[in-house]
């Protein structure tokens, strides 16, 4: 089913399994009515949306950006596979991420290798990929364009299952800040693209 942002889309929460999670409430051609959940409880959430407040122009045009980015990678609108979500829910999380959930204070900048190569712009939407010291790699949604970049650091959402940095674990919807130096492009780095695994 192919479903744009429009005027019935507002964010909203709900109550799953005793934990209150954001998503967004939105009716389909058909007449239904969908809820389409973020993987954001609302303990994440530095702002809070009210009940019922419309998905603005900016947010669906954050929501396409990341749409475009998960074409461009193969990511398609559909699920293919027991591992793999649609992009219409990877995308809602990012923009949901960029909006509304509380930004790490610290910066990678240790966990990572530099990229090796040319990352001529990064976009918001953009789907690159960061390699880790011991070379595993793993998969982002950029946050911010590089106009916004503060100080050349980047906000990025975590998009694969999870993916284990210095101590820390991460899983689908993680935010993190990295410098530029360390992103590169979508599997750039990696031998096997065939290895993802989206949640």
């Known amino acids: ?19 209150s999670y954001l998503g967004v409430l939105f009716a389909a051609d058909n007449g239904h009515s969908y809820f389409l959940k973020t993987n954001f409880m609302v303990q994440k959430l ?25 074409r461009a990678v193969g990511v398609h609108n559909e699920a293919t596979g027991a591992n ?8 809602l999380n990012a923009v949901a ?24 712009h990064i976009d918001f939407g953009q789907v690159v990929s ?12 950029v946050l911010n364009d590089e106009d916004d970049a503060t100080d050349g650091v980047f906000r990025l959402m975590f998009v694969n299952r ?14 993190i800040k990295v410098p530029r130096a360390v992103i590169g492009p979508f599997r750039g780095t990696a031998k096997n693209t065939h290895s993802m695994s989206y949640a």
């Open 97 to 120: 991420c960029a909006q509304f959930v509380r930004v790490p204070k610290r910066v990678i900048e240790h966990g990572f290798l530099p990229y090796i190569g040319t990352m001529e």
């Open 1 to 19: 089913m192919e479903i744009t942002p429009g005027e019935s889309w507002v964010w909203t929460y709900r109550n799953l399994r005793t934990q």
């Open 162 to 175: 999870e993916f284990s940095i210095d101590t820390h674990l991460l899983t689908l919807g993680a935010c």
């Open 46 to 70: 530095h702002t809070f949306p009210e009940t019922g407040q419309p998905f603005s122009v900016k947010e669906a045009m954050m929501f396409n950006a990341c749409m475009e980015g998960l």
């Open 130 to 141: 960061l390699c880790s010291k011991d070379h595993r790699v793993c998969d982002f949604i």
């Open 84 to 91: 793999v979500s649609s992009s219409m829910e990877l995308a």
